[in-house]
Structure formats: C-alpha cells, structure tokens
C-alpha cells in the first residue's frame, strides 16, 4: 500500500515547506483518511509488476517526484474507469524509451498516453522553497489578535531573513489596537489596514495586517498567515506548458496511433488564454497601413507556440493534450480536464474515443468544442463533497 494502516494523531497543518506525502501520510484530519483510502486502492490496481517504482516515487520527499507519480496513478486509473485496458510502458520499435501507457479497447489498441509536468525550473522551484520555508517561519509568530496577508512580487534568489521578518511583524502587531481597526476597517474599508513592505534580493514583499473577530482571538492552532496573493509573470504558465510539451513531442519517434500528453499544470495562473498561447503561439496585435495611411490593428500571434512556430506547423507527432489545472490529491474530484486537438496532428484522435471536454481549433482559428458525457467525479463514483464527507 502507498499508506500503511497505523494510529496518527496529528491534526494540524501542512507546513508550507512540508512534502505532500509526508503530510498526507501524518494526517488524522477525516478528509485525508479518505484520500488515502482513495489512492490505496487506485494503487491495488496498477499493475505488480510497476508499483515498486511508482511507490518510491509517490513516498518522495521531493514534491516534483511525488506530483508525477501520483499523475500517472490518476491517469492509469481514470483510464479503467473508462473501459480501457492499460498497457504500462510498451515497447516501440526502434527507440529505447517507452510512453507511459498504451491505451486498449477490446483488444484493440487505441492511443499512446504520456504524462508530464508544466511546472517551473529547477532554479524557479528552488525559489518556491526559499519562500515556503519564509511562511513557515512566519506561522511561528505570536498574533493572538491579528492574522497577517501576504502579496508577493517576483522571486527570492537568495534565503531571506524570515526570523528577521517576523521578529519585526510580532512588534508592529502588538502595537495596533484590533477594536479600533476593526471599527474603522468598517467604515473605511480594507484601505486603513496597516501594512509593511519588505524587499530581498529579486522578492518583494507586502505584509498586511487583518484584526482577528473577538471570537477567535488567542484561539491556539490558528496560522497567522491567512492568505498568499502570489503575483507571478502571466507567462510563466504558457512557457511551462509549452515546454513540457516540446519535452515529449518527439521522445519515441514515430508511432502507429494517435500520440497524447496529459499535463498537470502546476500553477496559480492557467486559463484558456495561456493554454492557447502555449499551443498557437503568443497573441500580439498587428499594426497596418493602407496606401493613404490608414492605420489598422489587428490580432495575430507569434511563431512561438508549440504546435505553430517560425517554419509553421510542427511537433506533429502530438495528436492532442489533455491538460489539468493544478491536480492535487484534495480537489481530484473537482478537476475537470481539457481534452485539446492538434489541427496539424499527423494521426488525428477521434472526439468519440474519450467522453472528456475537447476542444478542437481548425486551422482557421475557429474553435468546436464537446461537453464531457461525465464529470470527473461521476467517472469516480466519489460522493459531493468529497473527501469532505
């Protein structure tokens, strides 16, 4: 099992610089019985032959190995769900490497699936520890009657002084006085809530303080940092995807069938416009001028997607990306992916194979888009609310 039975009696927080696994594995909280319950018995169904490497990975201190793992056990179980035989890691003629899956239907095989990450760099993962183990040096502060917010700019690129910063905050909190902020927060307000700013090598930080209700004031257990507002480049996800993708698109040659990636984008900010960009390119608008010197702007996009770049259509061999928008093992039963077609694909899949939410764009730009048959949750069997339940 990927969770052994066995007492556990803690029932506070994840640090924000704590591994997922270890969390979920501690927990006493009823929401992560059931999630463990979940993925014990996803993991029953992989093939024997494979959960060595995938337990290894999934137990990992290193969040990024865990993330994979726990994406590929999501991906191979949600493919039984759907009727499917799975073939873990096929053997393609004439390349070492091998997918993640060969998808069967009635002894028939249908598509191969791999799955990756959209996440940042090495150096950019780096940075998201340096600021967790800040917040989590920041929870240790003593604000019986305040909590604070936090917006962040930018990224630190070297450890920034969170003892320094919290030695500093404990100060300027236990100055304020909560009635009288609290009272005129209600006439004012969020503007009058008093804030400090704080800059570290490439990370800017704004800390702003929010008084408690007389209710939960001195309540132990209570993390003083209430919310993170991460301000990150609008890009970051687009780049992202359009890198893990390039990454696969040609890893095992040529195949036979259609070719799909499923990525699990792991950021803040993923819409349809950045998935777009990082496909067809990044949208810009075009200035032209007619003989008399009329000027007209129009949309256009740069040759930088990974299905559209300088030499036109390319990484052909992907026939769609199935793309995730930050699954994690708490909200598995709200996530719906997307299921979108390459109109250059060499091998096209067809729409009836899966009944997820597609989108197909035709050359032209213009947009068809199938409802999913079941939502996520249906496909599951998970009752509402779950693991809340």
């Not at 067809?280 to 949309?299: A, Q, V």
């Not at 740069?302 to 699954?327: C, D, M, Y």
Request: proline residues 7%; positive net charge; aromatic residues 12%.
């Amino acid at each position: 099992m990927l969770f052994d039975q066995k007492p556990r009696y803690y029932t506070g927080y994840k640090k924000y610089s704590g591994p997922y696994y270890n969390y979920i594995d501690r927990s006493a909280r009823k929401a992560y019985k059931y999630i463990r319950l979940l993925l014990n018995d996803w993991f029953s169904r992989f093939p024997a032959s494979h959960q060595n490497d995938l337990e290894a990975r999934f137990r990992s201190s290193d969040d990024s190995e865990y993330l994979s793992a726990f994406f590929e056990l999501y991906l191979h179980e949600l493919l039984l769900k759907l009727g499917f035989e799975v073939e873990i890691h096929p053997i393609i003629e004439g390349v070492s490497t091998h997918p993640d899956f060969l998808v069967i239907s009635n002894k028939k095989s249908i598509f191969y699936l791999e799955s990756t990450m959209a996440i940042g760099s090495h150096d950019e993962m780096a940075a998201e520890k340096l600021k967790n183990i800040v917040y989590d040096t920041l929870n240790k502060m003593v604000s019986p009657n305040f909590s604070i917010s936090v917006s962040v700019y930018g990224k630190p690129n070297t450890p920034p002084p969170g003892a320094k910063w919290r030695r500093f905050l404990e100060k300027k909190l236990s100055e304020l006085d909560p009635d009288e902020i609290g009272a005129r927060e209600k006439i004012e307000g969020p503007r009058v809530l008093p804030s400090w700013s704080r800059k570290h090598d490439g990370w800017n930080v704004v800390f702003r303080a929010n008084p408690k209700s007389p209710k939960t004031r001195g309540k132990p257990g209570v993390r003083p940092v209430e919310l993170r507002m991460e301000r990150s480049e609008a890009r970051e996800a687009e780049i992202n995807i359009r890198n893990a993708i390039e990454k696969k698109a040609t890893k095992y040659g040529r195949l036979n069938h259609p070719y799909i990636i499923a990525i699990n984008v792991i950021h803040e900010f993923c819409d349809d416009f950045s998935i777009i960009n990082a496909l067809f390119g990044e949208e810009i608008i075009i200035e032209t001028r007619t003989l008399k010197g009329i000027k007209y702007f129009g949309p256009s996009r740069n040759p930088n997607g990974a299905w559209w770049g300088p030499e036109g259509h390319q990484n052909t061999r992907v026939s769609a990306v199935l793309i995730f928008k930050e699954l994690l093992h708490w909200n598995i039963a709200m996530q719906n992916p997307m299921l979108w077609h390459n109109p250059w694909a060499n091998i096209h899949l067809t729409p009836d194979i899966l009944p997820l939410a597609q989108k197909l764009i035709n050359k032209e730009g213009r947009v068809k888009q199938f409802k999913a048959k079941k939502n996520i949750r249906e496909i599951f069997n998970l009752p509402p609310n779950w693991p809340n339940i």
